[in-house]
């Protein structure tokens, strides 16, 4: 079993910059996949992107390709999201989520077994 924690996330101006952190600890993410999901008040859970630790995959939702990065640092055990060029559509609370049975990114909420609590991203226009 892992358990994640999420932290980074706080209050930016639109245009700047936060690194959320997901860290791992019970297990190391060798075997898991890990997804960053977001969900705004009303709104839907979505997937914002994903990692295969095992390879390196990585998955994006089309409206933050090139804004946004999934990265995974092994020795430390943390899957990071690096978000730039905030957009006030990018405010929510960010959830990062993991599965072991998974082989590649899956953009449903419900495929995924492990989530954090959650970090609250707020972006003033």
């Known amino acids: 079993q892992v358990q994640l924690v999420e932290s980074g996330g706080g209050v930016v101006q639109a245009g700047g910059s936060l690194r959320l952190s997901c860290a791992a600890s019970g297990r190391t993410f060798d075997t898991y996949v890990v997804g960053w999901f977001r969900q705004a008040p009303g709104k839907e859970r979505e997937l914002v992107a994903g990692i295969t630790c095992s390879d390196g995959s990585t998955y994006y939702t089309h409206s933050v390709k090139g804004r946004f990065t999934i990265s995974r640092d092994k020795a430390k055990n943390i899957v990071y999201l690096q978000m730039s060029s905030l957009k006030p559509e990018d405010a929510a609370v960010y959830y990062c989520?993991?599965?072991?049975?998974?082989?590649?990114?899956?953009?449903?909420?419900?495929?995924?077994?492990?989530w954090g609590q959650g970090t609250q991203v707020t972006v003033s226009a």
């Open positions: 989520s993991a599965d072991n049975i998974l082989r590649g990114v899956a953009t449903s909420p419900s495929a995924y077994h492990y």
